[in-house]
């Protein structure tokens, strides 16, 4: 969060919000909390806005998964948990889409929400079986710590549709390892809950030569 404030700050047409955690539990995103509470440090939300085209309504919001290192928590990773330290590239990725859109100036409203956190052990970690309430009052039964990343981005995104009033979402992760025994290394795996949503992100990937794969 430090790092991205500092780094936006040469970026006057970009507006940099950080939510620390006692912004976050105001805010009811339990979830996100739940995954951190083995940690050491507290969490942050980073909410980075564009607003390109302020006669617009339509907003995209990107949702960047920012697990800065998932040990798997109680549900602990048998044997995958070297290189967890990019589990947060999910925000990397939405806060460097940013950067560009700064550069690039569209004439679009654009936003992005890094979820951060990391996910461990200690005497008050979360266990398997434990019920959360989400920031949209869903309660989650957590079965299993290891699957941190949907919780962080299911407050995340709630957050985009509610506060900041996304026309469209998009969430970025490193969500789980069947992808890439799904996929291999060469494709990326894309779930679009529209048609229209899926043929904008080919038609991107296209011209940055970029193979994604739309799943089920």
Request: hydrophobic share 40%; with cysteine.
């Amino acid at each position: 969060a430090e790092i991205i404030k500092k780094d936006f700050r040469k970026y006057k047409n970009l507006k940099v919000n950080v939510l620390d955690k006692i912004q976050i539990e105001k805010l009811g995103m339990d979830l996100l909390l739940s995954v951190n509470k083995g940690s050491v440090y507290e969490p942050r939300v980073v909410i980075i806005e564009y607003k390109g085209d302020p006669k617009s309504s339509e907003k995209t919001v990107y949702v960047g998964k920012g697990i800065t290192f998932d040990s798997g928590g109680y549900s602990l990773k048998p044997k995958f948990m070297l290189g967890m330290k990019y589990d947060m590239s999910g925000s990397a990725i939405v806060a460097s889409a940013m950067k560009a859109i700064a550069q690039l100036k569209p004439k679009k409203n654009i936003s992005a929400i890094m979820c951060i956190t990391d996910n461990r052990i200690n005497g008050d970690a979360s266990l398997p079986d434990s019920v959360y309430t989400s920031m949209s009052g869903k309660t989650v039964e957590v079965n299993n710590t290891d699957a941190e990343g949907r919780l962080v981005l299911a407050d995340g995104l709630y957050y985009g549709a509610t506060i900041l009033k996304a026309s469209r979402l998009v969430d970025v992760a490193t969500l789980t390892g069947a992808i890439v025994r799904t996929l291999g290394e060469t494709y990326t795996g894309i779930w679009a809950t529209t048609d229209k949503a899926w043929e904008d992100i080919k038609k991107a990937s296209k011209i940055q030569h970029e193979l994604i794969w739309r799943m089920p």
